[in-house]
Protein backbone atom coordinates (compact mmCIF):
# COMPACT_ATOMS: atom_id res chain seq x y z
CA UNK A 1 0.00 0.00 0.00
CA UNK A 2 1.59 3.29 -1.24
CA UNK A 3 -0.26 5.69 1.48
CA UNK A 4 -2.14 7.03 -1.67
CA UNK A 5 -6.02 6.52 -2.25
CA UNK A 6 -7.87 6.69 -5.38
CA UNK A 7 -11.70 6.35 -5.75
CA UNK A 8 -13.68 5.06 -7.78
CA UNK A 9 -11.86 2.41 -8.33
CA UNK A 10 -14.05 1.87 -11.36
CA UNK A 11 -16.57 3.75 -12.92
CA UNK A 12 -18.31 3.12 -15.99
CA UNK A 13 -20.50 5.94 -17.99
CA UNK A 14 -21.64 7.27 -21.05
CA UNK A 15 -20.36 9.37 -24.01
CA UNK A 16 -20.93 13.14 -23.11
CA UNK A 17 -21.06 12.62 -19.34
CA UNK A 18 -19.14 14.12 -16.34
CA UNK A 19 -17.04 12.30 -14.09
CA UNK A 20 -15.12 13.20 -10.93
CA UNK A 21 -11.91 11.11 -9.42
CA UNK A 22 -10.27 11.53 -6.73
CA UNK A 23 -7.58 11.40 -4.50
CA UNK A 24 -5.95 11.38 -1.00
CA UNK A 25 -2.28 12.06 -0.91
CA UNK A 26 0.29 10.29 1.19
CA UNK A 27 0.68 11.65 5.03
CA UNK A 28 2.13 14.97 4.63
CA UNK A 29 2.46 14.56 0.41
CA UNK A 30 2.07 18.04 -0.57
CA UNK A 31 2.47 17.61 -4.18
CA UNK A 32 -0.12 15.42 -6.36
CA UNK A 33 0.09 14.18 -10.06
CA UNK A 34 -2.49 13.12 -12.41
CA UNK A 35 -1.23 10.51 -15.23
CA UNK A 36 -3.47 8.67 -17.76
CA UNK A 37 -2.66 5.04 -19.26
CA UNK A 38 -4.54 3.77 -21.99
CA UNK A 39 -4.51 0.14 -22.70
CA UNK A 40 -0.70 -0.82 -23.35
CA UNK A 41 0.22 2.65 -22.97
CA UNK A 42 2.35 4.36 -20.68
CA UNK A 43 2.04 7.43 -18.59
CA UNK A 44 1.00 10.27 -19.98
CA UNK A 45 1.40 13.69 -17.12
CA UNK A 46 -1.84 15.46 -16.93
CA UNK A 47 -1.14 18.45 -14.21
CA UNK A 48 0.60 18.86 -10.78
CA UNK A 49 -0.25 20.44 -8.13
CA UNK A 50 1.66 21.74 -4.88
CA UNK A 51 0.02 22.74 -1.92
CA UNK A 52 -3.03 23.98 -3.37
CA UNK A 53 -1.43 25.63 -6.39
CA UNK A 54 -0.92 24.20 -10.22
CA UNK A 55 3.10 24.02 -10.62
CA UNK A 56 3.01 21.70 -13.99
CA UNK A 57 0.72 21.24 -16.63
CA UNK A 58 1.36 18.48 -19.29
CA UNK A 59 -1.15 17.01 -22.09
CA UNK A 60 -4.42 17.96 -20.69
CA UNK A 61 -7.35 17.96 -22.40
CA UNK A 62 -9.48 21.25 -22.12
CA UNK A 63 -12.28 19.16 -21.14
CA UNK A 64 -10.52 18.29 -18.00
CA UNK A 65 -9.90 20.29 -15.38
CA UNK A 66 -8.13 19.56 -11.60
CA UNK A 67 -8.32 21.40 -8.56
CA UNK A 68 -5.93 20.59 -5.00
CA UNK A 69 -8.00 21.51 -2.27
CA UNK A 70 -6.99 23.07 1.40
CA UNK A 71 -6.66 19.59 3.15
CA UNK A 72 -4.23 18.50 0.40
CA UNK A 73 -7.04 16.10 -1.49
CA UNK A 74 -7.04 16.19 -5.11
CA UNK A 75 -10.32 15.88 -7.70
CA UNK A 76 -9.68 15.62 -11.46
CA UNK A 77 -12.96 16.30 -13.62
CA UNK A 78 -13.35 15.14 -16.92
CA UNK A 79 -16.25 16.54 -18.97
CA UNK A 80 -17.93 15.86 -22.54
CA UNK A 81 -16.09 12.15 -22.05
CA UNK A 82 -15.28 10.23 -25.52
CA UNK A 83 -14.43 6.92 -25.71
CA UNK A 84 -10.72 7.75 -26.31
CA UNK A 85 -11.05 8.89 -22.61
CA UNK A 86 -11.67 5.30 -21.46
CA UNK A 87 -8.38 4.81 -19.66
CA UNK A 88 -6.58 4.22 -16.21
CA UNK A 89 -6.19 7.82 -14.06
CA UNK A 90 -3.43 7.44 -11.97
CA UNK A 91 -2.89 9.67 -9.08
CA UNK A 92 0.29 10.26 -7.67
CA UNK A 93 2.04 12.59 -4.62
CA UNK A 94 5.42 13.14 -2.93
CA UNK A 95 6.85 15.39 -0.53
CA UNK A 96 8.68 17.74 -2.60
CA UNK A 97 7.54 20.04 -5.24
CA UNK A 98 10.24 18.60 -7.94
CA UNK A 99 10.37 15.28 -9.17
CA UNK A 100 13.37 14.88 -9.00
CA UNK A 101 13.64 16.03 -5.45
CA UNK A 102 12.08 12.42 -4.08
CA UNK A 103 10.26 9.60 -4.69
CA UNK A 104 6.71 9.90 -6.21
CA UNK A 105 4.24 7.11 -4.86
CA UNK A 106 1.18 6.20 -7.25
CA UNK A 107 -2.43 5.49 -6.05
CA UNK A 108 -4.24 2.22 -7.42
CA UNK A 109 -5.91 4.18 -10.19
CA UNK A 110 -9.19 4.85 -11.08
CA UNK A 111 -10.34 2.41 -13.88
CA UNK A 112 -12.65 4.96 -16.02
CA UNK A 113 -14.88 3.33 -18.90
CA UNK A 114 -16.55 5.17 -21.50
CA UNK A 115 -19.77 3.06 -23.56
CA UNK B 1 9.85 19.55 -23.85
CA UNK B 2 11.64 16.27 -22.50
CA UNK B 3 11.46 13.22 -24.70
CA UNK B 4 12.18 9.55 -23.61
CA UNK B 5 11.94 7.32 -25.97
CA UNK B 6 12.69 3.27 -24.37
CA UNK B 7 13.97 -0.53 -26.15
CA UNK B 8 12.89 -3.13 -26.71
CA UNK B 9 8.97 -2.69 -26.31
CA UNK B 10 8.69 -6.87 -25.15
CA UNK B 11 11.39 -8.86 -24.07
CA UNK B 12 11.58 -12.47 -23.13
CA UNK B 13 14.65 -14.03 -21.02
CA UNK B 14 14.62 -17.07 -19.39
CA UNK B 15 14.66 -17.28 -15.73
CA UNK B 16 18.32 -16.67 -14.50
CA UNK B 17 19.06 -14.86 -17.75
CA UNK B 18 20.26 -11.12 -17.61
CA UNK B 19 17.91 -8.36 -18.80
CA UNK B 20 18.84 -4.88 -20.45
CA UNK B 21 16.20 -2.52 -21.00
CA UNK B 22 17.91 0.55 -22.42
CA UNK B 23 15.99 4.57 -22.65
CA UNK B 24 17.45 7.74 -23.96
CA UNK B 25 15.85 11.02 -23.13
CA UNK B 26 16.38 14.37 -24.98
CA UNK B 27 16.58 16.78 -22.54
CA UNK B 28 20.49 17.39 -21.29
CA UNK B 29 19.10 19.32 -18.20
CA UNK B 30 17.72 16.23 -16.74
CA UNK B 31 19.12 15.20 -13.97
CA UNK B 32 17.08 12.67 -12.71
CA UNK B 33 15.90 9.19 -13.90
CA UNK B 34 13.90 6.69 -11.87
CA UNK B 35 12.80 2.95 -13.10
CA UNK B 36 9.53 2.02 -12.25
CA UNK B 37 7.97 -1.91 -12.38
CA UNK B 38 4.00 -1.80 -12.73
CA UNK B 39 2.64 -5.71 -12.40
CA UNK B 40 -0.63 -6.40 -14.28
CA UNK B 41 -3.32 -4.29 -12.89
CA UNK B 42 -1.27 -2.60 -10.37
CA UNK B 43 -0.20 0.84 -9.59
CA UNK B 44 3.83 1.56 -10.91
CA UNK B 45 6.34 1.58 -8.26
CA UNK B 46 9.48 2.37 -8.11
CA UNK B 47 12.69 0.19 -7.62
CA UNK B 48 15.68 2.26 -8.48
CA UNK B 49 16.14 5.86 -9.78
CA UNK B 50 19.71 7.06 -10.53
CA UNK B 51 20.81 11.25 -10.36
CA UNK B 52 23.16 12.98 -12.89
CA UNK B 53 26.29 13.27 -10.56
CA UNK B 54 26.24 9.08 -10.63
CA UNK B 55 27.39 6.71 -13.20
CA UNK B 56 25.93 3.70 -11.70
CA UNK B 57 24.10 2.30 -8.94
CA UNK B 58 23.10 -1.28 -8.23
CA UNK B 59 20.66 -3.09 -5.25
CA UNK B 60 20.90 -6.17 -5.14
CA UNK B 61 20.15 -8.04 -8.75
CA UNK B 62 18.98 -4.36 -10.16
CA UNK B 63 21.19 -1.81 -11.63
CA UNK B 64 21.34 1.01 -13.49
CA UNK B 65 23.72 2.35 -15.50
CA UNK B 66 23.75 6.66 -16.81
CA UNK B 67 25.84 8.30 -19.53
CA UNK B 68 25.62 11.52 -19.75
CA UNK B 69 26.96 12.35 -22.33
CA UNK B 70 25.39 10.44 -24.98
CA UNK B 71 22.13 11.19 -23.24
CA UNK B 72 21.15 7.33 -22.24
CA UNK B 73 20.13 4.96 -19.59
CA UNK B 74 19.97 1.14 -18.78
CA UNK B 75 18.06 -0.90 -16.20
CA UNK B 76 20.14 -4.50 -16.02
CA UNK B 77 18.23 -7.04 -14.06
CA UNK B 78 20.87 -10.50 -12.92
CA UNK B 79 19.16 -13.67 -12.38
CA UNK B 80 15.51 -12.77 -13.43
CA UNK B 81 12.74 -14.42 -11.50
CA UNK B 82 9.47 -15.67 -12.64
CA UNK B 83 8.41 -12.56 -10.39
CA UNK B 84 10.61 -9.81 -12.82
CA UNK B 85 7.65 -10.48 -14.90
CA UNK B 86 6.16 -7.23 -15.33
CA UNK B 87 6.14 -3.73 -17.56
CA UNK B 88 9.04 -1.77 -16.82
CA UNK B 89 8.93 2.13 -17.39
CA UNK B 90 11.74 4.40 -17.69
CA UNK B 91 11.34 8.08 -16.58
CA UNK B 92 14.01 11.73 -16.59
CA UNK B 93 13.32 14.82 -14.91
CA UNK B 94 14.80 17.86 -14.47
CA UNK B 95 15.23 20.27 -11.62
CA UNK B 96 13.16 23.54 -11.96
CA UNK B 97 9.62 25.52 -12.24
CA UNK B 98 7.34 23.41 -13.70
CA UNK B 99 10.14 20.30 -14.53
CA UNK B 100 7.89 17.01 -15.11
CA UNK B 101 8.59 13.13 -15.02
CA UNK B 102 8.23 11.96 -18.34
CA UNK B 103 8.00 8.03 -19.27
CA UNK B 104 9.42 6.12 -21.46
CA UNK B 105 6.38 3.43 -23.22
CA UNK B 106 7.47 0.59 -21.54
CA UNK B 107 8.71 -2.67 -21.63
CA UNK B 108 7.25 -5.57 -21.03
CA UNK B 109 9.38 -7.83 -19.67
CA UNK B 110 8.63 -11.88 -19.92
CA UNK B 111 10.48 -14.33 -17.90
CA UNK B 112 9.99 -17.85 -19.22
CA UNK B 113 11.04 -21.05 -16.80
Known amino acids: DSGVTQTPKHLITATGQRVTLRCSPR?????VYWYQQSLDQGLQFLIQYYNGEERAKGNILERFSAQQFPDLHSELNLSSLELGDSALYFCASSVSPEPSGNTIYFGEGSWLTVV | GENVEQHPSTLSVQEGDSAVIKCTYSDSASNYFPWYKQELGKRPQLIIDIRSNVGEKKDQRIAVTLNKTAKHFSLHITETQPEDSAVYFCAASRTGTASKLTFGTGTRLQVTL
Open chain 1, 27 to 31: SGDLS
